[in-house]
């Protein structure tokens, strides 16, 4: 009766733990997707706006806004892109490691841009922006190549998959169309087949003289 009620006190145990790992796995999901739509949400946001300043602000100020743009855009694409691509290709996981070392120059860049944007001294954003656009260039160059050689890696694929399955495919189909009548069983022994006789034969031998009288005594 002891044996019993442990063993029921532990099924109930490993069924408590069991959805106390559950519980606590599904919190950190759910707190991962939010802060995930938050940081879109944002993300968005404050693009909507840099695209704003960026005409709304002609000068040094503008071009800040461009610039940070144009920095925001790159690594954003290229982190979807290569992160999207890089679950079904391990070959991939180098280019993703290069891009969070690019992602954290890309980042020190667009606080620096942000900072600057609130700068009152013109003169002094004027001066800095030849430097800046340069930085800029470079890291947006470094993204795109990633991004660039991640889609021709990607239709690469696709193409010879492409190509693998229509030679399968016309195999396939020759074959379908490949068939052969089904052989004619050869003739077997049988019965013998009897001597064809002309119509006529045997009403003449029968009617030849003597036919069917019995033999006249000597």
Not at 30 to 48: N, Q, W
Not at 112 to 132: F, V, Y
């Amino acid at each position: 009766m002891d044996v019993a009620v442990a063993v029921i006190l532990l099924l109930f145990a490993s069924f408590l733990a069991l959805g106390v790992v559950a519980a606590v796995k599904t919190a950190r999901a759910v707190k991962r997707g939010v802060e995930r739509t938050s940081i879109e949400a944002r993300r968005m946001v404050e693009d909507t706006g840099l695209k704003a300043r960026r005409y709304s602000r002609p000068g040094p100020a503008g071009k800040l806004a461009e610039l940070r743009l144009a920095l925001r855009t790159s690594v954003a694409s290229t982190g979807e892109a290569l992160e999207g691509q890089a679950a079904v290709d391990p070959s991939l996981s180098e280019a993703v490691a290069l891009l969070s070392r690019l992602r954290s120059h890309a980042q020190e860049l667009d606080a620096e841009l942000r900072l600057l944007e609130r700068e009152p001294d013109r003169a002094r954003i004027a001066a800095r922006i030849g430097e800046l656009e340069e930085r800029t260039r470079r890291i947006t160059h470094s993204a795109d190549s990633l991004r660039w050689a991640a889609q021709d890696r990607a239709r690469r694929f696709a193409d010879d998959d492409l190509a693998a399955l229509g030679r399968d495919i016309d195999l396939e189909a020759g074959a379908l169309r490949h068939w052969a009548p089904a052989a004619l069983p050869e003739p077997g022994p049988g019965p013998a087949a009897e001597p064809h006789i002309q119509p006529g034969a045997r009403r003449e031998r029968t009617s030849e003289p003597g036919a069917g009288q019995p033999p006249k005594a000597l």
